[in-house]
């Protein structure tokens, strides 16, 4: 951890790394800088991505910046960052010249109001009536407090484009539904603790619900694809008879999984490689996903093994981040319609070309006519088929990886079907009969045992005994495991007493975190992850072995080694 001064300004930040491939930036002391500061941080980081940083993650008390260790050192991107924070100091100070320290501190210029129409307490806000009474207020006066502020964009988190706002009145602060509900409608405006937001997209949510607008969020196709930005400020109002007609869940014409799978952007299908005969348990179109938009609310997502992606293009001569197949726990059955190379990585899953069986980690050719057919995938969990060219789907956000959990991306937003037809990108010359080197074969014929961690930002929370537990207990993988995240069976891990009851201000969080639940269990964030988070991360996997996770399976046995 160090410390950081802002040029002529009497305000110090801190740079800590939370992880091996992100830092949080943070003033020293909360009183000495208001969450303008956060904001103007994340614009000038945002502008350095993605060729320095992959993200920039404001919250309401500090800014997650993540990287890739491999191309830039930690001392390297600390120092990057002292130097935004230090030429952010120098214009400021300039530019409040005659001003106080304090006056300094607030923004010269504020961003103009949005307006939020929305329609409060009925079928639309079913949590009201409720809230009146557990609130001691009428539903009008509750309507009342919450049209009145102007609020402010802390930042955007939970699913692309939800708002986490400022400024809800102390009046109206109440707990979260102590059972979440499983489906939340599209522009549901809801209430948790002293914060208030707006649900982009139809999912899962615990706030307490009082209205609805007809706003669309988050449209990924769109050249601005979140409807409120971090620093964004916007009033509620009151309205009836809106139009929810046009509202969807975050997605837009070009994607939306509701058109006719026979078209495909006007794309002549003739054209296709590849038919799905049997998708297997679920298999999506990824690559390596989209890194920089995660103050959005997107997670990077991509290929849950990055490796094993980028080895099978590497073997066919595409470039690493070409689009491929991703199969998960059972493989799939596929014919080709042209002729292709092609090759599986991954853990072993049994390929066989007509019936005959072929070796994972090798390319062959394909003709016309071939069947591909892969079992159960074995030891870990997922396996990939490569194309020669990579799958053509379109982009949206700059990938054509599939986000499972927003419903866009890939091939309609979802997972393959039975019938899909798949194109491959430009052919490119072939390489040949490829293989991959003996010690990455011999690695994936074993299951993953142990992972490396380094202390997470909330290490200091527990007890010394848990944090020696880190690395003494065998863990468990449940059977709650995804692309989102995997819950870990072990005992339970404690807090220092001073933290048992210290709630974490909701954060962003990187890839291959280890959040502690309040009951003391480990789920290790993943690929499709929410950004933010609030509950505290003890540890977090490092980088070069986050391509594991995506092959740990459930009831698997798991160790940690905790790096210093």
């Not at 910046?65 to 230090?86: A, D, F, H, K, T």
């Not at 992972?451 to 200091?460: D, E, Y």
Request: net charge neutral.
């Amino acid at each position: 951890m160090s410390g950081h001064p802002l040029k002529n300004i009497k305000i110090k930040f801190k740079v800590q790394e939370c992880s091996d491939h992100s830092f949080t930036i943070a003033a020293e002391s909360l009183d000495s800088a208001d969450h303008y500061w956060v904001i103007q941080l994340h614009h000038r980081i945002l502008a350095l991505i993605p060729q320095v940083f992959l993200n920039s993650h404001p919250a309401y008390e500090n800014l997650m910046v993540s990287y890739n260790p491999v191309n830039l050192p930690s001392s390297e991107g600390r120092r990057i960052i002292e130097e935004v924070i230090s030429a952010l100091g120098s214009s400021e100070a300039a530019s409040a010249e005659n001003s106080s320290a304090s006056e300094a501190l607030k923004s010269p210029e504020k961003a103009p109001i949005k307006i939020i129409p929305v329609i409060y307490g009925g079928v639309y806000g079913p949590d009201l009536p409720d809230l009146s009474k557990s609130l001691d207020k009428s539903e009008a006066e509750i309507i009342g407090l919450h049209t009145r502020p102007t609020y402010e964009v802390a930042f955007l988190g939970f699913a692309p484009g939800f708002p986490y706002l400022k400024g809800l009145d102390v009046g109206l602060h109440c707990p979260r539904k102590a059972t979440p509900r499983l489906k939340v409608a599209a522009g549901s405006v809801g209430l948790a603790g002293s914060q208030t937001g707006i649900y982009p997209q139809e999912s899962p949510g615990g706030w307490q619900l009082i209205g609805r607008t007809p706003i669309k969020l988050f449209d990924p196709a769109a050249a601005e694809p979140s409807f409120l930005q971090p620093g964004d400020r916007l009033l509620f109002q009151a309205s009836q008879n809106l139009n929810f007609e046009e509202s969807r869940s975050g997605k837009s014409e070009e994607i939306d999984s509701s058109k006719d799978k026979s078209i495909d952007l006007s794309k002549d299908l003739s054209l296709a490689t590849l038919e799905i005969l049997s998708p297997g348990f679920l298999s999506s179109v990824q690559d390596f996903g989209r890194p920089g938009f995660a103050h959005l609310g997107v997670s990077a997502g991509g290929a849950a093994d990055s490796f094993a992606l980028q080895e099978g293009n590497r073997l066919l001569g595409n470039s690493e981040n070409a689009a491929a197949i991703e199969m998960t726990a059972t493989g799939a059955t596929f014919r080709f319609l042209k002729p292709s190379w092609g090759c599986l990585t991954g853990s072993s899953s049994s390929p066989r070309q007509n019936g005959h069986e072929i070796s994972m980690w090798t390319t062959y050719s394909f003709n016309a006519g071939d069947t591909l057919q892969i079992g159960n995938i074995e030891q870990g969990l997922r396996s990939y088929l490569c194309l020669q060219g990579g799958i053509d789907v379109p982009y949206v956000l700059g990938s054509r990886s599939t986000f499972l959990a927003a419903g866009w991306g890939g091939l309609y937003g979802r997972a393959l079907q039975t019938g899909d037809l798949l194109l491959v990108d430009a052919p490119i010359a072939t390489k040949g009969f490829q293989r991959s080197p003996l010690k990455i074969r011999d690695a994936y014929s074993l299951p993953v045992a142990e992972l490396s961690v380094t202390r997470g930002p909330q290490w200091h929370w527990f007890t010394e005994d848990s944090q020696q537990n880190i690395a003494r207990f065998e863990f468990e993988v449940s059977t709650e495991c995804n692309r989102l995240g995997l819950r870990l069976m072990a005992p339970p891990f404690a807090r220092l007493k001073e933290f048992q009851n210290k709630e974490l201000p909701t954060e962003g969080v990187a890839n291959g975190s280890l959040q502690i639940t309040p009951s003391g269990q480990v789920m290790i964030l993943f690929c499709e992850q929410q950004t933010t988070g609030g509950y505290p991360k003890m540890a977090c996997i490092r980088f070069s072995e986050l391509s594991k996770i995506g092959q740990l399976r459930p009831g698997q046995k798991l160790r940690f080694h905790v790096v210093a």
